[in-house]
């Protein structure tokens, strides 16, 4: 079975830092193009960042441009997002999701096909 | 940064009834634009790709349209298991990929 599962989310104060994980099951993410997704509570979705499967392009939202950093281990089939200097506005249920792959130095894109559960992450003091 | 338009906010609909959601994007993404389905306390499913492509697994009563900045998504014959919040996401040249705010189907 394919599968994500995120971990890592807490309660931070203002400032402080967390890092998420993910891990992939039923699939490599090495020729996967991965990403976060991010939901505050009660609101819609907001893409944060994704990262192509050989690390070679990184791409984030504006408002977490020098404060997140989204990496990946391919031989531990395992995507992270580091976040630092959190915000209120942070607070959210991180998703880790699966986009496009690279096949024969071509790029698909099915959309984000495959979710984790999510995990939650609150900023409060 | 394109802007991602859903219309309505809420559609209220009765079972067996056909659902239509809008999506408007503020410049074209051409067919560059997913649907996802999302439910109270899950994760969002992704149900269409490329404007009109059904993902693995996704019933044929979910069809999508469009190109350029108008697409639609539309629910043939409302089930039960189809009250949930409606996404659109363009995916066009690169990111940040944005996405609408949603509509949420309800029971009429």
């Known amino acids: 079975e394919v599968q994500l599962v995120e971990s890592g989310g807490g309660l931070v104060q203002p400032g402080g830092s967390l890092r998420l994980s993910c891990v992939a099951s039923?699939?490599?993410?090495?020729?996967?193009?991965m990403g976060w997704v991010r939901q505050a509570p009660g609101k819609g979705l907001e893409w944060v960042a994704n990262i192509k499967g050989d690390g070679s392009e990184i791409y984030y939202v504006d408002s977490v441009t020098g404060r997140f950093t989204i990496s990946r281990d391919n031989a531990k089939n395992s995507l992270y997002l580091q976040i630092n200097s959190l915000r209120d506005e942070d607070t959210a249920v991180y998703y880790c999701?699966?986009?496009?792959?690279?096949?024969?130095?071509?790029?698909?894109?099915?959309?984000?096909?495959?979710w984790g559960q999510g995990t939650t992450v609150t900023v409060s003091s | 940064e394109i802007v991602m338009t859903q219309s309505p906010a809420t559609l209220s609909v009765s079972p067996g009834e056909r659902a239509t959601l809008s999506c408007r994007a503020s410049q074209s993404v051409g067919s560059n634009l997913a649907w996802y389905q999302q439910k109270p306390g899950q994760a969002p499913r992704i149900l269409i790709y490329r404007a009109s492509t059904r993902a693995t697994g996704i019933p044929a009563r979910f069809s999508g349209s469009g190109s350029g900045t108008e697409f639609t998504l539309t629910i043939s014959s409302l089930q039960s298991e189809d009250f949930a919040v409606y996404y659109c996401q363009r995916y066009n040249n690169w990111p940040p990929w944005t996405f609408g705010q949603g509509t949420k189907v309800e029971i009429k």
């Open positions: 999701a699966r986009e496009g792959e690279t096949v024969a130095g071509n790029y698909y894109y099915y959309g984000l096909d495959v």
């Open positions: 039923g699939f490599s993410i090495r020729t996967y193009c």
